[in-house]
């Protein structure tokens, strides 16, 4: 069994950063395309940022391009999503998702088999 758990969250002013990590635990990092979402309230969860299996390819929401950067470090069975120049409508719950798979990361929620239980980011202006 996969877990995922989410930490960094916060309360925090626009235009600042922070930083989300996700620890993987019960299997090898490296076998997963990993993804972070957003869900809004009353709303679907929605693709925020994707990366490969080894970290050779990552994919962006057109809404967080150029503003946030994910990455992992397989050897840590950590992923991350650096946000920077926070604003208002980014406040959501962000989640964590994984995939045994090969490629770019999809993008569709349902692609995904495990999920960490979200960490809220809130953006006051």
């Known amino acids: 069994q996969v877990e995922l758990v989410e930490t960094g969250g916060g309360s925090v002013q626009a235009g600042v950063s922070l930083r989300l990590s996700c620890v993987v635990s019960g299997r090898t990092l490296g076998n997963y395309a990993m993804a972070w979402f957003r869900q809004f309230p009353g709303e679907e969860r929605e693709f925020v940022a994707g990366?490969?299996?080894?970290?050779?390819?990552?994919n962006y929401a057109d809404s967080v391009k150029g503003r946030f950067a994910i990455s992992r470090d397989n050897g840590k069975n950590t992923v991350y999503l650096q946000m920077n120049s926070l604003k208002p409508e980014d406040t959501a719950v962000y989640y964590c998702?994984?995939?045994?798979?090969?490629?770019?990361?999809?993008?569709?929620?349902?692609?995904?088999?495990?999920w960490g239980q979200g960490t809220q980011v809130t953006v006051s202006s």
């Open positions: 990366i490969s299996r080894s970290g050779s390819s990552t």
């Open positions: 998702a994984a995939r045994q798979s090969w490629g770019i990361a999809p993008t569709s929620f349902s692609d995904y088999d495990y």
